[in-house]
């Protein structure tokens, strides 16, 4: 699918011969990838692209939806590639420096709204290697009175989640800080969340490329086969808790015994885990007593 300079190829000639391409590469979905793909090309929404599929693409539109599609055949996935993604309805600026938000973590925000009912409650919530900023700002569009704090290590990160805050309204209610998981801070948290590192090290080459070569690895891999996060910031969590203050820990698979293990030891009341789509217990739920 090269372009000549005088490029005769329209909508409807892309998607089919793009999602050729993609299929034969062995990416999954490719039909849904070649879309997103060709929209951000065209800068239309992808309804658009079933609207008009007789549109006759421009030699630059052209040029820059194939070289999309040669990124998406190395395997870069389709968020790195557009530089955003979609978490909870909301859209979120994505780079390498930032984990991509991905559905299964919105079974946190579900698990948060589940036991904090009263939205217009003024909480404040704190969320722990906040990264793009998905989950505090995924809670903060849902508890309208809430303010928020994320923490990462990565500055590069901290400006992104920044970046996420403003273009979604929601700069006036969110901050973002440096550090290293509760070090620091102080107590007075109703709500307390967090996807943290929790892929151990021999699991590593069991992860899909796009995983593997375009997320940072710093947000992925925790040692003591992925735990080592987990033991660190529990303990931590629970002593800045609010009484009656919620703490959700988003798990990896088989991890959530373990995790649920250690919010008991540091004297939080644990509820069942919330599975996600897949049937895997995805939200570690616990809360402080009195």
């Known amino acids: 699918m090269a372009s000549n300079g005088q490029n005769k190829k329209t909508i409807a000639d892309c998607l089919m011969a793009g999602s050729e391409q993609l299929r034969n590469a062995g990416i999954d979905n490719s039909r849904l990838d070649v879309r997103l793909l060709l929209a951000d090309a065209i800068s239309k929404e992808t309804s658009y692209l079933f609207g008009y599929?007789?549109?006759?693409l421009s030699d630059e539109e052209f040029s820059c939806f194939q070289m999309m599609l040669d990124k998406r055949i190395k395997r870069e996935p389709v968020s790195k590639i557009i530089g955003r993604k979609e978490f909870w309805s909301l859209n979120f600026k994505v780079t390498?420096?930032?984990?991509?938000?991905?559905?299964d973590s919105e079974t946190l925000i579900e698990a948060v709204l589940e036991n904090v009912t009263d939205k217009a409650r003024q909480v404040q919530i704190l969320d722990l290697g906040t990264g793009t900023?998905?989950?505090l700002l995924a809670l903060l569009s849902e508890y309208r009175a809430a303010q928020g704090l994320g923490i990462d290590i990565s500055d590069k990160a901290l400006a992104v989640a920044e970046?996420?805050?403003?273009s979604l309204g929601l700069a006036s209610r969110a901050v973002f800080q440096a550090g290293n998981w509760c070090e620091g801070l102080e107590p007075g948290w109703d709500i307390i969340i967090s996807n943290?590192?929790?892929?151990?090290?021999?699991?590593?080459n069991a992860l899909a490329p796009e995983v593997l070569n375009y997320d940072p690895s710093t947000a992925l891999f925790a040692e003591n086969n992925g735990m080592q996060d987990y033991q660190t910031l529990i303990p931590q969590a629970a002593a800045?808790?609010?009484?009656?203050?919620?703490?959700?820990i988003e798990a990896g698979q088989g991890q959530a015994e373990d995790i649920n293990a250690l919010m008991f030891d540091a004297g939080l009341i644990v509820s069942p885990p919330k599975k996600d789509l897949g049937?895997?217990?995805?939200?570690?739920?616990g809360r402080k007593s009195i």
């Open 53 to 56: 599929p007789e549109k006759i």
């Open 96 to 103: 390498r420096d930032t984990l991509d938000p991905r559905p």
């Open 133 to 135: 900023g998905c989950l």
């Open 163 to 166: 970046e996420n805050a403003v």
């Open 196 to 204: 943290p590192p929790y892929i151990g090290s021999d699991e590593k």
């Open 240 to 248: 800045i808790l609010n009484v009656e203050g919620l703490l959700v």
């Open 279 to 285: 049937g895997i217990a995805r939200a570690c739920v």
